[in-house]
């Protein structure tokens, strides 16, 4: 019986002609490519190769964490090493014990020993380019980002010991000039901002995910479409919760195409989107 909601879902995506529920994930076919997210790539490429710094930002929901994801799973692990940290919460010491432990090292409750193990996998890596990446960078403490500040320079490695990437929100550029954080401030090779998506963007995502999973037509109504656009800001996260919540409300009642009732509905189950429209869209 536990598995009997996947089971409705299924039956209703096959009453559509599609092979999956519509916006459940971020498939390969249903990525859009913008200009802005191949502006970003370009820009995490040239940081990962002169192991520089950069900072990418943007609103929560924009698809910072997705692009680097993205991104991260296609770089060349005989060039490049990874290290993903995505706990915000880690002290300075939790975060040289979680590197070490991600360089294949044992990692231990002592700073000093983990900085040697740290060194001595840096050694053991040769010309691979190890690259730092820390999500939700601006929930992290100021001992944790000077720690990482100081591996930078570890050694007085020139060129630098390790590549960083941080992702955080729009007003992490502005907490990083206060005085405490001026020497990582002023390592930052490059800042980059993604922005919400743009109306013709909305739209152009709808129809390919559609596509992704095997419905071809037109299936949604276009003032519907601007109601999800407007409900969702154009945040990619927030207009995916959307439309696959608008989706099942339409599939459940055997409607073949979204409708703006079937939007409105979706607003109102998701509670993060809800507060998105303005009182004029409200009123409509």
């Not at 037109?218 to 696959?244: D, F, K, V, Y």
Request: aromatic share 6%.
């Amino acid at each position: 019986m536990k598995n009997a909601p996947n089971l409705d879902l299924a039956l209703l995506a096959r009453q559509w002609g599609a092979s999956a529920v519509p916006f459940s994930e971020v498939c390969a076919e249903a990525w859009l490519e913008t200009p802005q997210n191949q502006r970003a790539l370009c820009l995490l490429e040239q940081t990962t190769t002169l192991r520089s710094v950069m900072l990418l930002a943007g609103p929560n929901g924009v698809g910072k964490s997705a692009l680097v994801g993205r991104w991260l799973s296609r770089l060349d692990r005989r060039l490049f090493c990874p290290l993903l940290l995505t706990h915000a919460s880690l002290s300075g010491c939790g975060l040289l014990s979680a590197l070490a432990a991600k360089l294949g090292k044992r990692a231990t409750f002592r700073r000093e020993a983990n900085l040697a193990l740290i060194e001595a996998a840096l050694a053991e890596l040769g010309k691979v380019v190890p690259l730092i990446v820390l999500d939700e960078a601006q929930s992290f403490g100021y001992g944790s980002l000077e720690e990482v500040r100081l591996l930078l320079g570890l050694n007085l490695a020139d060129p630098p010991a390790l590549g960083l990437v941080l992702i955080g929100d729009e007003y992490l550029l502005g907490t990083l000039r206060l005085r405490q954080h001026r020497s990582l401030f002023s390592r930052i090779g490059c800042h980059y901002s993604l922005s919400p998506w743009t109306a013709p963007l909305v739209g152009q995502y709808v129809q390919q995910s559609f596509v992704a999973v095997g419905i071809n037509r037109q299936a949604i109504e276009p003032a519907a479409l601007n109601l999800l656009t407007s409900a969702s800001s154009g945040l990619p996260r927030s207009l995916c919760l959307l439309a696959r919540a608008a989706w099942i409300e339409a599939a459940s009642a055997g409607a073949q195409t979204l409708e703006p009732a079937h939007v409105q509905a979706a607003i109102e189950q998701v509670p993060g989107a809800a507060g998105r429209l303005s009182p004029a869209t409200t009123a409509s």
